[in-house]
């Protein structure tokens, strides 16, 4: 079990830069066995994949939406996941999740129901 909590939201210009966190703690199994992912839901749309990272060797997947503007990190020693997010846009306006599970129950990354623990969220808002 881990509990995920998110900070770094915001209200930002387009163009700007945010970085979120995600602050894990694991009970039982240490979060180096955990792969963690990013979600966001905007209004009255479903909840959609951002991007993944897997344990050692760290293995990145990403969203095409988000390709090449945002990165995602994690440090193991901190139990803290990163999205650092580049070249905002207002589409990019969402609530935003951290998710996590055990590495080798997580067959599908971009599924939201391969991962069996989320945090409460964070606000990103992009104005143009």
């Known amino acids: 079990q881990v509990q995920l909590v998110e900070s770094g939201g915001g209200l930002v210009h387009a163009g700007d830069s945010l970085t979120l966190s995600c602050a894990a703690s694991?009970?039982?199994?240490?979060?180096?066995?955990?792969?963690a992912g990013w979600f966001r839901q905007a209004p009255g749309k479903e909840r959609e994949f951002v991007a993944f990272?897997?344990?050692?060797?760290?293995?990145?997947q990403y969203s095409d939406s988000v390709k090449g503007r945002f990165t995602i990190s994690r440090d193991d020693a901190k139990k803290t996941v990163y999205l650092q997010m580049n070249s905002l846009r207002p589409e990019d306006t969402a609530v935003y999740y951290c998710?996590?599970?055990?590495?080798?129950?997580?067959?599908?990354?971009?599924?939201?129901?391969?991962?069996?623990?989320w945090g409460q969220g964070t606000q990103v808002t992009v104005s143009s």
């Open positions: 694991p009970y039982g199994r240490p979060f180096t066995t955990y792969g």
């Open positions: 998710a996590a599970g055990l590495a080798h129950t997580i067959v599908q990354k971009d599924d939201a129901r391969s991962y069996d623990y």
């Open positions: 990272i897997n344990i050692s060797p760290y293995n990145t």
